[in-house]
């Protein structure tokens, strides 16, 4: 009787570690896709320019593969207007010069280089 309880509470200990594992990629997926996103704005910002939707759409092909297409379109959507803000003060309170926002325009560039 015993063993069969450890055994249970093993099987149900590996469920739930299976369920804190999964989140946690996906949260990693959104946090990738964001800081990407960021990088995208941060070089609008940098630059004073626009994207047209084609070049648009190419950066948003080379992120989508970046997150294995793990990521729906309303997350996708909610991820970049939740970063425009961020990134904007950023970018007003240490310059387009700083590490920080160096950083942000080497992730453009990555994706920029992959299309």
């Not at 950023?90 to 700083?98: H, I, T, Y």
Request: contains cysteine; negative net charge; glycine residues 8%.
């Amino acid at each position: 009787m015993k063993k069969s309880n450890w055994m249970a509470g093993l099987v149900a200990g590996a469920g739930l570690a299976l369920m804190a594992v999964a989140p946690a990629g996906a949260q990693d997926m959104a946090e990738t896709y964001k800081n990407y996103q960021a990088g995208i704005y941060a070089k609008q910002l940098c630059t004073d320019t626009t994207f047209d939707q084609d070049e648009y759409g190419k950066l948003s092909e080379a992120l989508d593969k970046k997150v294995n297409h793990e990521l729906g379109a309303g997350e996708r959507l909610s991820l970049i207007e939740s970063m425009k803000e961020e990134t904007k003060r950023l970018v007003k309170r240490e310059g387009c010069e700083s590490e920080e926002v160096a950083s942000l325009l080497k992730l453009y560039d990555e994706l920029a280089g992959a299309q």
